[in-house]
């Protein structure tokens, strides 16, 4: 079946590292993203992807980094620089820049 | 004013009559408009998409956009308790640079 895959479901991260967020897709989706979500809150787009090798950044892109080195990945670091990083995060995917976007199932990250 | 507003609920609604919830946005030359399903915890899930004026029906969900009000609703008929969840709008805008999202509506069945 096609879909998108978040892991790891949880995560929780140490003061001062570094973590990254996997998302992989069998979709053969040009458009990639990441979200944020907060508890009550609406997704804050942290950076975007509409083809490999290129990325940008989106509404709350401090903190964090991506790349797209294969069309299927597009794996998300939450750095240290990121001082409130917990929360619900979401990659998503759609066959071109902002057409209908299909989820994964997110990762939840909280702070040791 | 928030660029996508919806009214955060929760809308409580008895089993089997017709839900209703509303989303404006602000920027008038938006284009693409799209409803989305979210259960405490877990994903969102893409509803309905509508482009055009008018009414779009889709089994038991209707989506109404107007874009002279600038807004866009969903009509749950026949509702279920399965259908409470926090219905997320989206909106894209006019450079479609970027997608929206509204804060959502908490929507409630009650048996």
Redesign the interface.
């Known amino acids: 079946d096609g879909g998108i895959t978040q892991s790891p479901k949880y995560l929780f991260r140490k003061e001062g590292q570094n973590v990254t967020l996997s998302c992989e897709q069998n979709l053969n989706h040009d458009a990639m993203y990441w979200y944020r979500q907060d508890p009550g809150q609406g997704l804050r787009l942290i950076y975007y992807s509409q083809i490999v090798n290129d990325f940008q950044k989106g509404d709350i892109a401090e903190g964090y980094s991506v790349s797209r080195e294969k069309k299927e990945s597009f794996p998300l670091t939450v750095t240290s620089a990121q001082k409130n990083p917990t929360a619900f995060y979401l990659c998503a995917s759609s066959i071109e820049h902002f057409q209908p976007q299909h989820f994964g199932d997110g990762t939840r990250l909280s702070i040791l | 004013q928030k660029e ?1 507003e919806q009214n ?1 609920g929760p809308l409580s609604v008895p089993e089997g009559a017709i839900a209703s919830l509303n989303c404006t946005y602000s920027d008038r030359v938006s284009q ?1 408009f ?1 409803w989305y399903r979210q259960y405490s915890g ?5 509803i309905m ?1 509508i482009y055009s004026n008018g009414d779009k029906e889709d089994g038991r969900f209707t989506a109404q956009l107007n874009k002279a009000s600038q807004y866009v609703s969903l009509l749950i008929r026949d509702s279920q308790p399965s259908d409470s969840a926090t219905y ?1 709008c989206a909106v ?1 805008g006019s450079s ?1 640079s ?2 929206i ?4 509506t908490r929507l409630s069945i009650r048996p």
């Open positions: 996508v955060s693409s799209f877990k994903s969102p899930e893409l998409s997320l894209v479609a970027k997608i999202f509204g804060s959502g």
